[in-house]
Structures are given as C-alpha cells and as structure tokens.
C-alpha cells in the first residue's frame, strides 16, 4: 500500500524506512514506579528511541514523579513523550505547562479539549517546548481551525490527525493539502491509531512518523511478520493491502470470524 500511496500521492519514491514511538504508560491499580519503569525500559530494548507515557491521572506531584523515574531510564538519543488525553481544563493544564516546562520532552500532547484553540494558542505561547494535537479533529474543517487559531508552530509542534478516523484517506489527504497550503511540512505529522493502515499512509505520503503499541490492541497492534525496531524505525515488507495482511497471528483470529 505504502508504494503505490507514494507514487499516487506522495513524491513519487516510495521509502519503506519510517519512525514510530512507542505508546504507553498507562494507570492501572497496584502499577508503581517500578512497574511503569520496567514498562518503559523494555520498549527501549526493543529498539524504540521515543516513548509515550499518560499523565493527568494522577496528582501533578505524582506525575512529575512518574516523569523523572521514566527519564532516569533514557540514554543518548532517547526521549519522552506525555500525553494527557484532552482532559485538563486551563488552570491544570497552564499549572502541568508549567511544572513540565523543566524537561527535555518530545512532545506535551492534547493537555485540554481538541476544539479549545483558545487554550492551545496560550499553551503553545507559554509553553516553549514541542506540543502534539490533532488526533481527535477528523474534518479539514477542524483540522484548518487548529492551524488558524490553535498557534501551533511549524518548527517544532507536532499533528497527530488520525488517517482511518478522519473519514477515510481522501479527506486526509485534503488535510495534507490544507496544511501546505499554510505552509506546513508532512514530516510534522505523526498520526494517532497506531495500526498497520496508518503506519503505510505514514510512510507512503512522507510523513514524520507513526505511532505504536508495542504490546497491547492485539492482535492489530505491532507490526508484520519479520520486522523490528531498528534505532526508533521500522522497514516495511513491500506487502499488497493496507497493512494487515502481514501479521500471521491477525490472520489467524479474523479466520474465526
């Protein structure tokens, strides 16, 4: 899929090599630093150089806590994502931009409610480091809304528009053509989802990576048969379909279907 994406829509040269992050760091009860740090740990093993963590479940002090015990497992070229999941109103989430500000992160993801541009614009004024958003704005409508009035910086703020639940390929690649024609690079996309159909239009329309789960949404998650993380990418087989075709254990459950 990712070949024939390029030809048709991308530059032309299909490039197999593309960037995923792993997704993770969730709450669950009885799951203490050391766990979420073993968690952390073991995406890194497995050659992922970015990793995602929630925040916002827990007390500010107990997620700076959380925060610093990830970051104490990151070497030379690794880094931190957060993610909040939309659920901060402005005065937590200016207090988590605040306190967050101390940290080399990749990103701060979706701190308040995916249509406050309001919010995002004074995040993104007060928070210097890299933002992510997007992933719940499924129309070039609210997709060109965050880019006229969100401030998102083109330099180094991140878009995370879901290609499958954007309803479908067609309306996102009308978000891409929005997006040059405000001046935005493909490579600032990152899409939300984390499965095969988004990891090929990642890398068949060039754009900066996708994300991933390295162990859970299985058996869709991770990737086809054969491949790894290789240095925080993967290379994908050229393989006919969207994707899914690949992974043998998928296969076999949608055959019980």
Known sequence: ?????AERYGNGTPNPKIFVYAAGGYYYPGKGLKELKAEMRSYLERGYSVVKMKIGGASLADDLQRIEAVLEELRDGQQLAVDAN???NRETALAYAEALAQYPLFWFEEAGDPLDYELQNELCRRYSGPMATGENLFSVQDARN?????????????LQFDCALSYGLVEYLRILQMLKDHGWS??????????????????????????SYPDLFQPYGGFPDGVSVQNGHVTLPPLPGIGFEGKSDLYRALKTV
């Open 1 to 5: 899929m990712f070949e024939l994406l």
């Open 186 to 211: 493909p490579r600032r996309c990152i899409p939300h989802g984390g499965h095969q159909m988004s990891l090929n239009i990642a890398a068949g329309l060039g754009l900066g990576g996708n994300e």
């Open 86 to 88: 939309g659920r901060f």
């Open 146 to 158: 965050l880019i006229r009035y969100a401030g998102m910086r083109q330099d180094q703020d991140w």
